[in-house]
């Protein structure tokens, strides 16, 4: 079972970002994907969520309205789209696959930096 998740780097405030994660050995279509965030010196963060089935999404308060969450199940792959971002999104980031609150498996990260 492996997550890859890519697509982090160096932006700007009020820059967008997207991140994938890429999942492969497990049944993608029938687990709920997250992604979780930490930043230095903090605790892991729940940034958002996508079932499976419908799709239901759910957000963390502090990024409700600026992160999306999509599948594409065709694909095995999560993305979180990352509009408006803040110096405050600066984290690690963190795909993870399986039910909430402790979801099974976990990817390797990314790193996100935000300056202003």
């Known amino acids: 079972v492996q997550l890859q998740a890519s697509g982090g780097g160096l932006v700007l405030a009020g820059d967008s970002l997207r991140l994938s994660c890429a999942a492969s050995?497990?049944?993608?279509?029938?687990?709920?994907m997250s992604w979780f965030r930490q930043a230095p010196g903090k605790e892991r963060e729940f940034v958002a969520s996508?079932?499976?089935?419908?799709?239901?999404?759910n957000y963390g308060d502090s990024v409700k309205g600026r992160f999306t969450i999509i599948r594409d199940n065709a694909k095995n792959t999560v993305y979180l789209q990352m509009n408006d971002l803040k110096p405050e999104d600066t984290a690690v980031y963190y795909c993870a696959a399986g039910a909430l609150p402790s979801p099974v498996k976990w990817g390797q990260g990314t790193q996100v930096t935000v300056s202003s």
């Open positions: 050995g497990l049944t993608f279509n029938t687990l709920t």
């Open positions: 996508i079932a499976w089935g419908r799709g239901r999404t």
